[in-house]
């Protein structure tokens, strides 16, 4: 059997402190607009799961979907993400 502890002791070289650096919270603010929009689209998709959908609900989700399409494009136009970033 192979020994893997010389692999670990590259990968844990660096100690982690369990905690997000200031430049990572700084991200999560700036995409905190689209975070929220993609988690009101969640909620509204979540609501039709276990029941008819109704033209309300297909109004709620709509309106959920413009609303982070919208955040995205705030989010790229100041400049803090690019097309390539996120889900597709």
Known sequence: MLSIAALQAVVTA???DGEPSDGELDAIEQEMPLILA???LLDAVIKTLDRPVSKLDERRVRRARHRVVAAR???IN??????TDGAA
């Open 38 to 40: 993609d988690v009101e």
């Open 78 to 83: 100041r400049g803090g993400m690019t097309l």
């Open 14 to 16: 660096i100690p982690f």
């Open 73 to 75: 494009r705030d989010l």
